[in-house]
């Protein structure tokens, strides 16, 4: 795949790079089961990988209803 990532993530795992590309492909932001569904990652690994993204600006974690999280490529 030739699409280009963000120069903080370029050099992150695989995982990581997955979720972005899931949340670039999404009309809408997902929730946390969302992507877990959409990657079928185990729940460290998808915490991990959106922990990563949200801590380099990469994606928003917006809080919805409560305390369920949905993020989105800015």
């Excluded at 729940?43 to 917006?62: P, Q």
């Amino acid at each position: 795949m030739t699409e280009h990532l963000p120069t903080p993530i370029e050099n992150a795992p695989p995982s990581t790079k997955f979720v972005y590309r899931e949340l670039c492909w999404a009309d809408v932001a997902l929730t946390y089961d969302d992507l877990h569904a959409r990657t079928g990652l185990a729940h460290r690994t998808l915490r991990r990988a959106t922990t990563t993204l949200v801590d380099v600006g990469a994606v928003n974690r917006e809080w919805i209803s409560g305390s369920r999280v949905a993020y989105e490529v800015p």
